[in-house]
């Protein structure tokens, strides 16, 4: 990567943590607070320095750009004149050219002369968790990562050191020596911390300023201060590696609700627990990574496709969750910035990626979402008609920790008609969509039988969303939930884009997904020999597509974005439903479709038609709009986009929509305005502001583009 400068999240699987850093925080004139470190349960990466370096014959410090303007803090205690500089500055931080650097899927890696710093953040395919022996589910949900410094010093006349370390200006530091005789490190109290074995040469570190010799003990320490480090002296001719646990903990009852606690708490009582695990496990964990590393290497993307997908799987981890209750794993996956469980529409993006690792996961939020978060309405047309509905599925569980009481999610408020209003018909068909999906790629035949009610319920709950009158039906969704109010309408996932994607009632992009669940729905219907639903199922399928071919414009090949109101808005979604039949291998299917309708063709014509700058393509960057009429653009859904182009209609990736909207989107990922956030999925497309969306999960929909063994997790 040309630009070095970006925040990757290094988390342990299920922790809600991690260890962030990779912000050049020193380059930036007006450097962003988020400048990596310790975070847990966090909104956005934790605000600490980073300390990693070397330095040769006791000269000066040779330090990774991740250190954040500092402060003496003595002033806090002896009532200097506070906000001084640091007495000692014997220290250089790296600048272009310096260092370089390399992502991997589960790894990522600086280098600097001599020295190297490595992180690695492996995780493992687990097909089902509670069949796991209690060993292995130990090692793959520790609150752990791995981190590696060392030096090569065999051409070198003179002793080099290396440091790592970092600077909390929040909490105080102990010293872990004084509690746990094996380890060598700091901690926050008991939330978390660094350690390694104790080796010749290592030594300890901590005081209001790292980089002096004034104010500590006899042991190099001073535990008032909030900086701390390991250094390891390398001798001439030696190599020397400082192997490092980076640890998190969070004990007993951590969600209200559901009261849970981490599952990985069965094991682990104590951080120091924790951190010799991670040090006696080290070799593991570096070879799991490694493993990861290799597929993506294999997988025959490019180099930007590569970038971009373990970027998005980096920060993917950071926002997992593995509790236990009632004796079994409970999943959820927090949204970023905003902290909401397990929302719908996020596991359903996250849905291609869990089924190649997890799919117990996808299997469990199902149930979860059937059991304790669905929820029967009555609907109501555009023109007031009143009817029973039927079965839908809430937006999310809960936020920040807090599962919300059953059949109530903590997004969805009614009389809304844009952001915060409901999402019953999306997430209803998202329920299908996901359920059937799972079933078919897991092979899990007898969850599917016992799910063939629901599955029944929600056809029906789609038939009538559509309308109550058979005679009216149409296959697209025109209807609203009560749950709306009197003065609110549905509204999609793309919540805070413009009418183009954001109304649910007559929409382009959700009639074709709302088609593709009806393909999905023909599928499980076949499956569990119920040929008379199977076929009606199919036949809705084709009267959606029909009603959708209905409003093309035979002129231009184009599809407005809503079936209402003269809208002219053009989307590259009308697409996304694909992905699911496209996923589990019905081209059989979708060709039927086509010789029925012509849609599946004449969604190539219409995507290769929008895909042009000043429609779809940003006129500034050549990155993807997702709507012409919206800058708002969600890299998630673009990369799941991507798969469908590529797949179905690679026609319409020529020029420049194709391999450098990929160069383009990485620029935005790290523009100044983002670089610091991890990934960040809603993007202004002329200069990759944030919009919102950070520290975000649904990257994972680039999963998609490995391989389809890879992809499907063979």
Request: glycine share 10%; with cysteine.
């Amino acid at each position: 990567m040309s630009d070095l400068s970006y925040n990757a999240l290094h988390a342990p699987f299920g922790a809600f943590s991690s260890f962030t850093c990779g912000y050049a925080v020193s380059w930036d004139a007006t450097p962003a607070p988020n400048s990596g470190g310790f975070g847990a349960s966090t909104r956005l990466p934790a605000q600490q320095s980073v300390f990693a370096g070397w330095r040769r014959g006791g000269g000066a410090w040779n330090l990774l750009p991740f250190v954040r303007k500092r402060a003496d803090r003595s002033s806090d205690f002896s009532g200097a004149t506070p906000g001084e500089a640091v007495r000692n500055q014997d220290y250089r931080t790296l600048g272009h050219g310096d260092f370089s650097r390399r992502l991997g899927l589960a790894s990522d890696r600086w280098t600097s002369g001599p020295f190297e710093l490595q992180i690695f953040s492996p995780f493992e395919k687990i097909p089902d968790w509670e069949g796991l022996a209690d060993e292995r589910r130990k090692l793959l949900c520790a609150p752990v990562v791995t981190a590696r410094c060392s030096a090569d010093n065999r051409a070198g006349s003179e002793d080099i050191e290396i440091l790592f370390g970092f600077g909390d200006t929040e909490r105080g530091l102990r010293l872990l020596g004084d509690t746990e005789a094996g380890l060598v490190g700091f901690a926050s109290a008991t939330a978390y911390g660094f350690a390694a074995r104790p080796q010749p040469g290592l030594r300890v570190k901590s005081g209001m300023d790292l980089f002096s010799s004034w104010r500590e003990d006899a042991r190099g320490t001073h535990l008032l201060g909030s900086e701390a480090a390991l250094i390891l002296k390398v001798p001439a001719g030696e190599t020397r590696s400082l192997d490092l646990a980076l640890a998190f903990l969070q004990q007993g009852t951590v969600t209200t609700g559901i009261e849970a606690p981490y599952y990985y708490s069965r094991y682990f009582q104590r951080l120091d627990d924790v951190l010799s695990y991670g040090l006696d496990h080290h070799g593991d964990y570096v070879a799991m990574a490694a493993g990861r590393d290799a597929e993506l290497d294999a997988s025959g993307l490019t180099d930007d496709q590569k970038w971009l997908v373990a970027h998005a799987v980096h920060t993917y981890l950071g926002s997992t969750q593995l509790l236990s209750h009632d004796g079994r794993a409970l999943w959820v996956v927090n949204e970023g910035e905003y902290r909401m469980m397990n929302t719908f529409d996020l596991t359903v993006d996250h849905l291609f990626f869990e089924l190649a690792w997890w799919p117990w996961a996808v299997r469990d939020t199902l149930d979860l979402f059937a059991g304790r978060y669905s929820y029967v309405d009555t609907i109501h047309s555009k023109d007031g008609g009143r009817s029973e509905g039927g079965i839908a599925f809430t937006h999310d569980m809960g936020v920040d920790n807090q599962f919300t009481p059953p059949g109530v999610s903590s997004y969805e408020v009614p009389n809304l008609t844009d952001c915060f209003s409901f999402m019953s018909s999306e997430q209803l068909v998202n329920w299908v969509c996901c359920a059937v999906t799972y079933a078919e790629a897991a092979g899990d035949q007898a969850w599917l039988r016992s799910k063939e009610a629901l599955l029944a319920s929600c056809a029906e709950s789609l038939r009538r969303r559509d309308d109550p009158e058979p005679a009216n039906r149409n296959g697209v969704i025109g209807w609203d939930s009560d749950r709306c109010g009197p003065k609110g309408s549905e509204i999609t996932t793309y919540d805070s884009l413009d009418v183009s994607l954001g109304q649910a009632r007559n929409n382009l992009y959700l009639g074709v997904k709302t088609l593709a669940a009806w393909l999905l729905l023909s599928r499980a219907f076949a499956r569990l020999g119920l040929e008379e639903d199977a076929r009606k199922a199919v036949d809705t399928a084709a009267l959606a597509g029909a009603t959708i071919m209905a409003f093309r414009d035979r002129a231009t090949g184009l599809f407005p974005a809503v079936f209402e109101n003269g809208n002219s808005s053009r989307i590259i979604p009308a697409v996304e439903g694909l992905a699911f039949p496209l996923f589990l291998g019905m081209d059989a299917e979708l060709g039927d479709l086509d010789r029925r309708t012509g849609l599946v063709a004449a969604l190539g014509v219409h995507l290769g038609a929008v895909l042009r700058r000043g429609v779809c393509l940003d006129t500034a960057s050549g990155g993807w709009k997702l709507s012409s009429t919206s800058d708002n653009t969600w890299l998630s859904k673009i990369y799941l986009c991507q798969h469908v182009a590529r797949s179905l209609f690679p026609a319409a990736l020529a020029g420049e929509s194709g391999a450098s909207a990929d160069r383009a989107h990485i620029g935005w990922l790290l523009s100044p305005h983002t670089r610091h956030l991890g990934f960040c999925d809603q993007i202004r497309s002329g200069d990759g502001f944030p919009y919102g969306s950070k520290h975000y999960p649904r990257g994972v929909t680039s999963w998609l583009w490995m391989p389809r063994g890879q992809a499907a997790g063979a």
